[in-house]
């Protein structure tokens, strides 16, 4: 019977006719069942019956076979004794049984049974034994299934080192070798799929070429060689993007499915890999054919497979890609829908599968397309939530983790796009960053985690206004257009955010060059992406964005018709139901609005109206693009209104801008324009919400001027912005309207916020409960030194923290914007006058105390006039040669040559005259009809009036001129809590800045030894040129309470947070002070030049050095607004100090000013002339 049974398997062999392999296995049942159970042949035959059971599983897919397989092997193994060289064969077949009801059921028991079995074989085969390298083949074939099922990287190591074993020893014309070569190059290849190290990658594509190329074409194995070696070629594709390499891939997958029959349990994922290899031709080529041929191999491999094969997910995931690359492509949403339903198939069917990750990944990707489609916030949370678990799950050394984390960035950046919160938009970055950084520099997806990173580093550009991501983001665009092949789908996508990229740019430094280049890349993109594209629309909108652009700048009308047209097609072919729709709306309304103000065509003007509400009707309550549209929608209610004169119209302007303030914007900086010409259309027409309009102007300064931010971004900003002629406009406006209080707290909130956050900063925190004192005060230090990796994450907790504590009724206003009942308290040791310069009119507003109601002055002054006195002492300074301490040079602040035929000290004492009969002597006059007739005053100058010397014009003493940054400085001065220790003077005096004598003061010995002669030595610490290197200084910064500085400094009036002190052979720049605790700081000395002067394009943003020594924490400094004379230091040091300790050995901060006063006056009486005496200031308490 047994002979009969081989006859008729060698038959089935050879021809494959399944009644062969019936007869077979009746044969060998029958010879089994006549066989006794103690005949030594019956082993034989259970193992012979085994294998038949085996064949026809795998040809039938029967379970029923593979369990009768199992039991037979099982008994023959049981009936071979330990020392029967047969036993180690029975052992192998028993484990091969074992992995095929592992592959079937995945049940992990079943490999590890199979592997013991196999280990077991391996120690009974001899090392000279022929069968040793197929016994060694099977062992490190189960390691890779561990591995597989497990991720376990000793799994595949043990895999490839017995892989290469079993080839070593295999002999070269052995018929096995080619299954064994197979076997090592998918080792290699899982081995270069975690870890991406190229040379696993083409040891895996050599012996995949050798072992095909030793397998005879009629070999039954060979279509399983073929698939492997495809699968190496597409690998080789996927890096390097060589599409030879996927044409190869594709035809060895062709011919792998041509040769396998119908009824092989191995078709089905031939025919996956045969799809997989499909969809990344039709991802490269774009053709519609190659896409249909996935989605039919995808679906007969699924309905092949069973429903309890642990590899249907696989082919259920791949099914899913292909639905949705349908989708994306055809855009009807019932291909996604039946996606995502085959993606939570794949996931609800793995459990712990290595695999589990992609299937978690690719579900997050199909919820995240209908959340792009429906707008379903829920979708991107599950998508969110999912992608977050696949990135857990996979190992962190592992191929697919750049991959991971580039997807999970794009899901944190929609959501910030959706919700507005920036610390989404910086896990983002962190995630992109990360991924590009772990993808090599030849992989093909390196282009796609650097557009990505591109596109969160320009929102976050367009949220926070910091240049540097500008130019981060157009790099990366760069790079990934380089690096993506002409004939890639994927290039017109990269196109577009190089163009974005040159447009964002191009709106903010004005280069027409970059608008250029934006429509050239958006031309290309165009030209690139198929007309049933669902993307098409994407590059049609901004594409209309950038012909707006250049109509605005040339006024060229054929631009504007082509934006209105390309507008009207992208709203055409973008669904109902697509998010994108209402932006889409809003950008053909503006066109529209844009061809009414050239043409003056009321329809367009309506039209537009339909469009923008039809936008603010689509867009969800939380979505940070909806004020940008209420915004919009009002502006063209504004130009309807002054049309047509309809009131209704004009309670539409100021509801909608109204309803737009309520929620975060996208971007920050274009509410802050839009709330201004709220402002403006609202001082003309309806002047009772010119309040409302400033005030959400202004509420959005601490979001625009975003505490992550370098102090120089921030400062740079309010250039930009020009929040100084915002400011002064605000407050302007609050005087007509008579709201003295509200332009004193507008005035406080637009001058010097940068300064103001670094005074937050340093907050005192007695009123709040310890925790939170004690978190509050550890987050602000962290920010206030910079000096962290994520400085973002930082500013968002103390945000978080800081919104919980205002959620306390009793600290419902901590750090926020102070009322005036609580500014006026800076006035309660003097009157402050605050000025302020606007086109209109110039004006001051004395706050005399706290209990006064505050007093508005119109000056009979212009702006003009007092730009025209600014540089009329800039020139006369530059007659004066005036440059640096102790220097005249000929490259001076003004023109040398004097135009006029006045002296210097004339036109000196008309200066002055003039700032006392139009400035100050009005304002003494109010002083004095209220009876303060001496005293300390503070000026608070703002635009046009800082660096004029309004201290200096008045003709006696009565007062004691002091200035200040912003009221809260001043209270803070007044409020901060004095030293307890004795008062420690630090002396720095350099002569020279460096060995060789450079930059020589001879007066900063002889000021030195005056201050050490007036003031006790136990009180003083010095610090003599070689000694005052930038380490030492720092040191005394921080340990004393007193600082004389005696030497050069130097005034950065593009970047004042470069201001700096210059040092023995080094500097000391102003934003390293800024970060610098200093807790026992009260009162500096600044005897240096240009230590004072204030950027006049800023409204008081005081980062000049003085200024910015108050906001490191000092009470009061004394500076100079233009460099001091050499000789001149020794005799103010000295009468400065003299009269300091002339009661004691511990004045007060407060005493700095009458000294400073005194000091000067001592000065004068040795008749220098006006350019030596007028820069002295004191600021502070």
């Not at 190229?198 to 072992?211: R, T």
């Not at 580039?406 to 995630?431: K, M, P, S, V």
């Not at 490259?891 to 005259?913: M, P, T, V, Y």
């Not at 200096?952 to 002091?962: G, K, L, M």
Request: hydrophobic share 35%.
């Amino acid at each position: 019977m047994q002979s009969l049974a081989l006859l008729s398997w060698e038959q089935y062999r050879r021809h494959g006719d399944l009644k062969d392999l019936a007869e077979a296995l009746s044969h060998s049942e029958e010879a089994v069942r006549l066989t006794p159970e103690n005949d030594s042949q019956r082993p034989d035959h259970l193992q012979g019956l085994a294998v038949l059971f085996t064949n026809q599983y795998w040809r039938l897919g029967d379970l029923k076979d593979l369990e009768m397989a199992l039991k037979h092997n099982k008994e023959a193994v049981r009936l071979t004794p330990e020392y029967d060289l047969q036993r180690a064969g029975r052992l192998q077949n028993l484990a091969a049984s074992f992995r095929d009801q592992y592959l079937r059921l995945g049940d992990l028991r079943d490999l590890e049974a199979a592997l013991e079995h196999i280990k077991e074989a391996v120690r009974l085969t001899p090392r000279d034994d022929p069968q040793r390298p197929g016994c060694l083949n099977r062992l490190a074939t189960l390691f890779g299934d561990r591995y597989q099922r497990l991720g376990d990287l000793k799994d595949l190591e043990a895999a490839l080192e017995h892989d290469k074993e079993a080839v070593r020893l295999i002999p070269g014309d052995d018929p096995q070798r080619p299954g064994h070569l197979q076997n090592l190059a998918v080792s290699f290849r899982d081995r270069y799929q975690r870890l991406g190290d190229l040379m696993d990658l083409e040891a895996a594509l050599q012996h995949d070429k050798e072992a095909v190329r030793l397998t005879p074409q009629d070999d039954p194995q060979r279509p399983g060689r073929l698939q492997s070696l495809a699968v190496s070629f597409r690998d080789q594709y996927r890096r390097f993007g060589d599409l030879r390499y996927l044409e190869a891939a594709l035809e060895h997958n062709e011919q792998a499915v041509r040769f396998t029959s119908g009824d092989d349990l191995q078709r089905p994922g031939r025919l996956q890999n045969l799809a997989v290899s499909f969809k990344d031709r039709y991802k490269r080529l774009g053709d519609l054919n190659d896409l249909e041929a996935a989605l039919k191999h995808d679906k007969e491999a699924v309905r092949l497979t069973a429903g309890d094969d642990p590899q249907r997910s696989s082919r259920l995931q791949n099914l899913a890609v292909s639905l949705r690359n349908k989708y994306r492509r055809l855009g009807d949403l019932k291909d996604l829908e039946v996606a995502l339903e085959h993606n939570k198939e794949a996931v609800r069917l793995t459990l712990d599968d290595p695999r589990k990750s992609n299937y978690l990944q690719d579900l997050a990707i199909s919820l995240r397309d209908r959340y792009q489609r429906l707008g379903n916030l829920r979708d991107l949370e599950a998508a969110l939530e999912h992608d977050k678990e696949a990135v857990r799950i996979t190992p962190e050394m592992h191929s697919q983790q750049p991959g991971r984390l580039q997807t999970l960035a794009l899901f944190f950046r929609d959501r910030y796009q959706r919700l507005g919160n920036l610390q989404d938009l910086e896990i983002a970055l962190e995630h992109g960053k990360e991924a590009v950084r772990l993808t090599p520099g030849d992989d093909l997806q390196r282009s796609d985690h650097l557009q990505d990173l591109a596109i969160s580093l320009r929102d976050r550009y367009q949220r926070l206004g910091d240049l540097k991501d500008l130019q981060a983001a157009l790099v990366h665009d760069k790079q990934a257009v380089n690096l993506t092949p002409q004939d890639d789908p994927q290039r017109p996508g990269c196109l577009q955010s190089l163009a974005i990229s040159f447009r964002d740019r191009y709106w903010r430094l004005g280069d027409p060059r970059d608008l250029e280049a934006a429509l050239e890349h958006y031309k290309q993109a165009l030209e690139l992406t198929p007309e049933d594209n669902p993307q098409r629309p994407v590059h049609l909108q901004n594409l209309a964005v950038l012909f707006q652009d250049q109509y605005q700048r040339l006024g060229d009308l054929e631009d504007l018709e082509a934006a209105l047209e390309h507008d009207k097609e992208a709203v055409s072919l973008t669904p109902q139901d697509d998010p994108q729709r209402p932006h889409r709306l809003q950008n053909l309304a503006v066109s529209l609005r844009n061809r009414y103000q050239r043409l003056g065509d009321l329809k367009d003007l309506d039209v537009a109206l339909e469009h923008n509400k039809e936008a603010v009707r689509l867009t969800p309550q939380d979505n940070p693009k909806r004020p940008g549209h209420l915004q919009n929608l009002a502006v063209l209610f504004r130009d309807r209104y002054q049309m047509l004169g309809d009131i209704k119209d004009l309670e539409s302007v100021h509801r909608h801008y109204a309803d737009s303030f309520t929620s975060t914007p996208a971007q920050p900086e274009r509410s802050w324009s839009a709330a201004l010409s709220w402002a403006s259309f609202s001082q003309k027409f309806s002047p009772q919400y010119c309040i409302i309009a400033f005030s959400a102007a202004f509420n959005l300064l601490p979001e625009i001027l975003w505490l992550g931010h370098s102090i120089s971004v921030r400062h740079d900003a309010v250039h930009r912005l020009q929040v100084e002629d915002g400011t002064s406009t605000t407050a302007n406006t609050c005087i007509a309207l008579g709201n003295l209080t509200a332009a004193v707290q507008f005035l406080e909130q637009g001058m010097a916020t940068v300064f103001q956050q670094m005074l937050q900063l340093r907050t005192d925190v007695d009123k709040l409960p310890e925790n939170d004192a004690k978190a509050l005060q550890d987050l602000s230090a962290q920010i206030y030194t910079g000096k962290i990796k994520n400085l973002a994450r930082v500013v968002n907790d103390r945000n978080t923290l800081l919104r919980k504590i205002r959620s306390q009724p009793t600290l419902k206003y901590f750090l926020l914007p102070k009322p005036y009942p609580e500014l006026c308290h800076a006035a309660q040791a003097g009157p402050i006058i605050i000025c302020n310069s606007h086109t209109d009119s110039c004006h001051t507003i004395l706050i005399l105390n706290p209990e006064a109601e505050p007093i508005a002055l119109k000056l009979d002054v212009t702006l003009d006039q007092l730009k025209a006195q600014q540089k009329n002492l800039s020139r006369l300074l530059g007659q004066c040669g005036i440059r640096a301490r102790g220097t005249a040079s000929s490259r001076l602040l003004g023109r040398q040559e004097n135009s006029s035929s006045k002296s210097k000290e004339e036109q000196f004492e008309d200066l002055l005259a003039w700032l006392w009969q139009y400035i100050v002597s009005p304002v003494y006059r109010i002083l004095q009809s209220n009876g303060i007739q001496n005293g300390r005053i503070w000026w608070l100058p703002t635009g046009a009036f800082t660096s004029l010397p309004l201290h200096a014009c008045p003709q006696t003493d009565q007062f004691i001129h002091s200035y200040t940054t912003t009221l809260g400085s001043l209270i803070q001065g007044q409020t901060g809590k004095m030293s307890n220790g004795p008062m420690k003077l630090s002396v720095i005096g350099i002569s020279n800045t460096d060995s060789k004598g450079g930059n020589y003061l001879a007066g900063v010995s002889q000021e030195v030894n005056n201050i050490l002669s007036v003031v006790p030595n136990s009180l003083v610490e010095c610090l003599k040129n070689e000694q005052a290197t930038v380490d030492a200084v720092q040191k005394q910064l921080q340990n004393c309470s007193w600082i004389h500085l005696a030497c050069h400094g130097k005034q950065d009036l593009l970047m004042p947070t470069k201001s700096r002190l210059l040092l023995y052979e080094s500097q000391l720049e102003l934003e390293t002070i800024l970060q610098m605790p200093l807790e026992y700081a009260q009162v500096v000395f600044l005897a240096a030049c240009q230590t004072a002067t204030g950027d006049s394009q800023l409204v008081n943003e005081s980062f000049h050095l003085g200024g910015g020594f108050i906001a490191a924490g000092f009470q009061g400094a004394v500076g100079t607004m233009w460099s001091m004379k050499d000789d001149d230091g020794p005799v103010v040091a000295k009468a400065f100090y003299s009269y300091l300790f002339k009661d004691g050995p511990q004045p007060q901060a407060t005493d700095a000013a009458e000294a400073l006063h005194f000091a000067v006056r001592e000065l004068r009486k040795q008749n220098v002339p006006y350019e030596q005496w007028i820069p002295f200031i004191h600021m502070g308490i």
